[in-house]
């Protein structure tokens, strides 16, 4: 079977400004943005901006979605945030009363609410309405190797926002073909915005996301995602994983999760080539101690029992989406059910008689 040529895969022009090719440098401003939905966004946001992290980059994660998945997928509760991205965009805020770190180092994060969904109305009269994010991320440049934010899928006030603040766009793309009639629409829109907000605005590449080994579908989509964008599309294929999916539960990336996940190690070289894309420092880990001579350990005095208490109630990872939290049981639960019959007298064989 041969994967028909989508509508929306047109081939890249060779002197298309979108897909100019130019000089990155850190300080970048990346946006991870499909109008389709689930294809990957939020995880590869999460994943990259983690990964880059645990190479020794200062990197800045903001979550432009009102679903908030991206805020619960490094641990924060996005019920317990007092600031957001909605009051960067609101102008309530400034970014360092909203960026706050997370468990992994060097990994801070602007958290969303669902107070966001109510921007798309509230800016719509608003003064350099498609300008907010990138004025209150201004300050960001000279502190973070990369800026990675977070859009909804849409292509709303929010996305454009985001295109606006800004350098370069990122879309993953799903190894399925109903992910390739979305991309012409998403390029224009990006093509809009260079031509008339942001001159700036390139294409930085395209992650082949989801690809599943087993079907000759996702081959065919992304032997064509490649021939139509050549060297813009990311050499490594994320793959489905199971991890992948499950570690937002855990409220952290699957990158610390599980680093020998299949999904964790493909983020990791994902992080390596935008390490070398951005010309981002490259940071070995510091040399093991020298060795010395070889003392064996005194044996250890035989251990007294001690009475362990009982184990505690096991909660969904640390900062996962139960936030370390245990429902206590409603009372009266054990009298509960059956419910008592609805007249009188019941099991006294003083039962009113019915039909029969």
Not at 138 to 165: E, I, Y
Request: hydrophobic share 40%; with cysteine.
């Amino acid at each position: 079977m041969q994967a028909a040529t989508a509508p929306g895969a047109a081939a890249r022009p060779a002197d298309a400004p979108l897909f100019a090719p130019r000089r990155r440098a850190p300080g970048t401003t990346v946006c991870i943005a499909n109008q389709k939905g689930g294809v990957g966004k939020t995880t590869s946001a999460v994943n990259v901006a983690a990964a880059l992290a645990l190479r020794g980059h200062d990197v800045l994660l903001v979550d432009l979605d009102p679903q908030a998945n991206a805020t619960t997928g490094v641990g924060i509760d996005h019920r317990a945030v007092a600031s957001s991205s909605y009051d960067l965009l609101s102008g309530d805020a400034a970014l360092d009363d909203v960026a706050r770190p997370t468990a992994v180092p060097r990994l801070s994060a602007v958290p969303a609410t669902v107070d966001l969904a109510g921007a798309e109305v509230e800016l719509v009269g608003a003064h350099r309405r498609a300008h907010r994010l990138a004025d209150a991320l201004a300050p960001a440049r000279g502190r973070f190797g990369l800026v990675v934010v977070d859009c909804p899928p849409s292509l709303g006030l929010l996305t454009l926002n985001a295109l606006v603040a800004a350098d370069d766009v990122v879309v993953p793309v799903q190894c399925e073909y109903y992910a390739l009639e979305g991309l012409r629409q998403l390029l224009d829109t990006a093509e809009r915005v260079r031509r008339s907000l942001n001159p700036a605005l390139r294409v930085e590449g395209f992650l082949l996301t989801m690809f599943d080994a087993r079907t000759k579908l996702a081959g065919q989509v992304a032997a064509e995602v490649r021939a139509h964008f050549g060297d813009l599309v990311y050499e490594t294929v994320v793959p489905r994983s199971v991890r992948l999916s499950e570690a937002p539960s855990f409220g952290e990336p699957v990158v610390t999760l599980d680093p020998s996940a299949r999904g964790a190690v493909s983020y990791r070289v994902v992080a390596t080539e935008m390490e070398r894309r951005y010309g981002l420092g490259v940071h070995p880990p510091p040399p093991p101690p020298a060795a010395g001579p070889v003392v064996p350990p005194a044996p250890d005095p035989a251990p007294e029992p001690v009475a362990r208490p009982a184990p505690a109630v096991a909660t969904p990872g640390p900062g996962g989406r139960g936030y370390g939290t245990v429902a206590p049981e409603p009372p009266g639960l054990d009298t509960a059910w059956p419910p008592p019959p609805p007249w009188p007298g019941a099991g006294s064989g003083d039962e009113p008689a019915g039909p029969r």
